[in-house]
C-alpha cells in the first residue's frame, strides 16, 4: 500500500478523456490548464491505495500510461476502467468528472442502478448553452442527494443555485410543486502545483534580456488567451496602464504572454490595445510553450487582470501569479475575489454591470441563435466597467513603491502555499468523496416505475416509433427458413457490407448457424419456441436479431396464426 491508508470511499474514478488533460494542443484553454494541473496535483498527493481512472475516450492504455507518466510517475498501481464498464465504477464508489455534466452521467448511470456510484462533477465556464443545460439537468436529471457538483467560487455557486432556482421554479409553475433529490453543491476551489511558479534570478535576466527590457523597467505581467469577446476586454488594462505610466512618469513595460484561436483577430486585439496605452511598451509573448508557462512569471515585477467577462469563473492566472509571488491588480470579479486579498496580495479593482433583467434581450438573441456564443458574453462584457482610475492608481503604487508589491507578494505567495496548493485541495476533494460515498450507502432506492424509460430524452427507438412499422415482432410470431439457405450461404450473406456494418449486440456467426440449422430441420416454428432451444443468457440479442436475419433474406416472418399467443 506504500504507506497509504484509503478511506472509506475517499476514491474515485477519474474521468480520463485524454483532451482534457492535455496543454500541448494549438488550443490552450483554461480548463486544460486546470485539468492537467488537477491529475498532476491527485498523483502526488491523493491519499489512495490505487490510482483509478476512466478510460472514457477507449483510448489504448499505452497513450493512457504515458500521460499520466509525463504528468507525474505514479508510485502506486493504477487502475485503467474500461470505457463501457460503468458498473465498476463501484468500485471505488464515486467518480470525478471533468466538467459539470452530472446529470448526463445520471442518465447514464440510471441503467446500472442511481445506488451503483456517486457522480461528483466540477465547473469551469457556465455561461455558454450547453453548459446551462448541463446545469439545468442537475434538476432535470436523476441526479441524488449522494451526487455532487464542486463549484470552484462562491460566485459560481451562486450562479448554479440561481439557475437551479429557476428551473425548479419553472417545473413548479408547469407542473405544481414536486419533491425532486438534488445533487450537493461543494464550494472547493481550483489548486495549483505551486512549486512550478517559482521565480528565479536567473529566469529573470533570460526573460529581460530576451525581451529587452531593462532591469529597471516595471514589467506588468499578463496571461491569458487573447480574446477581445471570449476572455477579457484588454482596452480596460491598457488605459490603466496608460494612466499609470502618466501618474508616474515611470517607463512600464506591458508584457502579454498568450495566445489567440484567430490569428487574423489577434492582430486587431494587439493593435487596439497598443493604440490606447501609447506611454506603455508592448511585448507579445507566445504562452503555450511549458517552459514559458512555468517561467515567464520571472520577468514581472507585477501581474495585471481585468477580467470583465461572465465566462470566468475562478480564474487559475491570479492564483499562479500570488504561487510566483507577485503582487497583483485584478478586478473584483467572481473567484478572482477569493484568492486575491485587497491590500494583501495586491489590489481588487471595483466593477459595475447592469442589475437583474437588463440582459434578458441577450439571452434571447443567444438562445435564437442569433449572436454566437464569443459575442454573446462579448456584449455583456461591454456593459460591464472597472474603475480605470483606481486600477491605475494600484500600479502607480506598485511602480512607486517597490517594497509594496514585495511585501504583498511574499503575503500572496505564502497564501497560495497554504491554502491552494494540491496538496491542501485534495484532501477537501476526498473528504467530499467520503462524504457522498456515507450518504450513498444509507440512501433508500427509488423504486423505477417498470413503464418508465431509462432515459426519456434518449428513448428506445422501438418505443419512441412504435407506430412506424406494420408488425411488432412478437412470441406468437411465426419464422419459417427462405428456400435454399444453409447456415453458410446464410453467413456469406450477412458479411457482406451492407448487412455488417454494426455487429455490437448482434448474433453470432455460430447462433446464426444454429437458427438456420434449426429452421431447416424443424420448418416452422414460433420465436417462443425457437428461443426456447437457445441459451437464456442470449434470448433477448437473439429475437432482435431474429428480424436482422429476415431483413437480409435468411429467414421469412409472418404474423401469428389466429388464436395463437406464445
Known amino acids: 500500500m506504500n504507506g497509504y491508508a484509503e478511506g472509506v470511499n475517499a476514491n474515485a474514478a477519474i474521468y480520463l478523456d485524454p483532451e482534457a488533460y492535455r496543454t500541448s494542443g494549438a488550443l ?15 498523483l502526488r498527493h491523493g491519499a489512495v491505495a490505487r490510482f483509478r481512472l476512466w478510460n472514457v ?21 493504477v487502475d485503467y476502467i474500461s470505457q463501457r464498464m460503468r458498473q465498476n465504477l463501484a468500485d471505488p464508489g464515486v467518480v470525478q468528472l471533468t466538467g459539470p455534466f452530472v446529470g448526463r452521467e445520471a442518465w447514464q448511470r440510471r441503467p446500472f442502478g442511481e445506488a451503483r456510484y456517486s457522480i461528483c462533477g466540477l465547473t469551469h465556464t457556465t455561461s455558454s448553452a450547453e453548459i446551462q443545460r448541463d446545469i439545468a439537468e442537475l434538476v432535470l436529471g436523476p441526479t441524488q442527494p449522494h451526487d455532487a457538483l464542486i ?3 462562491a460566485a459560481v455557486r451562486s450562479a ?16 405544481g ?33 530576451r525581451l529587452n527590457i531593462a532591469d529597471d523597467d516595471f514589467v506588468a505581467l499578463y496571461v491569458g488567451r487573447f480574446s477581445l469577446m471570449g476572455k477579457m476586454n484588454p482596452a480596460v488594462m491598457a488605459l490603466a496602464l496608460e ?16 495566445w489567440a484561436e484567430d490569428p487574423e483577430a489577434e492582430v486587431g486585439y494587439h493593435d487596439g490595445a497598443r493604440a490606447l496605452c501609447p506611454s506603455v511598451r508592448y511585448v507579445v509573448v507566445d504562452g503555450r510553450p511549458a517552459d514559458t508557462r512555468f517561467s515567464i512569471w520571472s520577468a514581472a515585477d507585477a501581474f495585471i487582470s481585468l477580467s470583465d467577462n461572465v465566462q470566468e469563473t475562478f480564474g487559475l492566472t491570479p492564483l499562479e501569479a500570488m504561487a510566483a509571488g507577485l503582487p497583483s491588480v485584478v478586478t473584483d470579479w467572481d473567484g478572482y475575489r477569493e484568492t486575491v486579498r485587497d491590500n494583501i496580495d495586491g489590489f481588487r479593482i471595483p466593477t459595475w454591470a447592469p442589475r437583474s433583467g437588463f440582459g434578458a434581450e441577450l439571452a434571447h438573441r443567444y438562445a435564437n441563435g442569433w449572436l454566437p456564443y464569443p459575442y454573446f458574453v462579448g456584449a455583456a462584457s461591454q456593459f460591464t466597467a472597472v474603475e480605470i482610475g483606481r486600477a491605475a492608481e494600484a500600479i502607480a503604487a506598485l511602480v ?7 511585501q504583498m507578494g511574499e503575503a500572496a505567495q505564502i497564501r497560495a502555499r497554504s491554502e491552494f496548493d494540491w496538496s491542501v485541495i485534495i484532501p477537501r476533494y476526498q473528504d467530499l468523496w467520503a462524504d457522498l460515498g456515507a450518504r450513498r450507502r444509507v440512501a433508500t432506492p427509488r423504486e423505477w416505475p417498470a413503464d418508465l424509460p431509462d432515459n426519456p430524452w434518449m428513448m428506445d427507438p422501438f ?30 450473406r450477412l458479411r457482406t457490407p451492407h448487412a455488417a456494418y454494426y455487429l455490437t449486440g448482434f448474433p453470432t456467426p455460430d447462433e446464426v448457424a444454429a437458427v438456420v440449422e434449426l429452421l431447416t430441420r424443424r420448418g416452422a416454428m414460433t420465436v417462443a419456441e425457437l428461443l426456447a432451444e437457445m441459451p437464456e443468457a442470449r434470448r433477448f440479442h437473439l429475437e432482435r436479431g431474429l428480424l436482422w436475419l429476415a431483413k437480409f433474406g435468411v429467414i421469412a416472418v409472418s404474423p401469428a396464426l389466429p388464436g395463437e399467443t406464445g
Open 28 to 42: 490552450l484553454m483554461g480548463r486544460h490548464s486546470a485539468g492537467e494541473s488537477f491529475l498532476r496535483g491527485f
Open 57 to 77: 475516450a477507449g483510448r489504448p492504455t499505452e497513450e493512457l500510461e504515458a500521460l499520466v507518466t509525463e504528468l507525474h510517475r505514479p508510485d502506486r498501481p
Open 151 to 153: 463549484c470552484t467560487s
Open 160 to 175: 448554479v443555485e440561481t439557475q437551479m432556482a429557476a428551473v425548479g421554479d419553472y417545473l413548479a409553475f408547469q407542473f
Open 177 to 209: 410543486p414536486r419533491r425532486k433529490p438534488t445533487p450537493q453543491l461543494a464550494t472547493i476551489p481550483l489548486g495549483i502545483n505551486t512549486s512550478d511558479f517559482s521565480r528565479t534570478d536567473a529566469q529573470r535576466k533570460s526573460w529581460r534580456a
Open 243 to 258: 494612466r499609470a505610466a502618466q501618474i508616474t512618469e515611470r517607463k512600464i513595460v506591458w508584457v502579454l504572454s498568450g
Open 400 to 406: 512607486r513603491h517597490p517594497n509594496i508589491g514585495r
Open 463 to 492: 418505443r419512441l416509433f412504435a407506430s412506424y412499422p406494420t408488425h411488432h415482432l412478437q412470441p406468437a410470431s411465426r419464422l419459417s427458413p427462405q428456400p435454399g439457405m444453409n447456415a453458410a450461404s446464410a453467413l456469406a
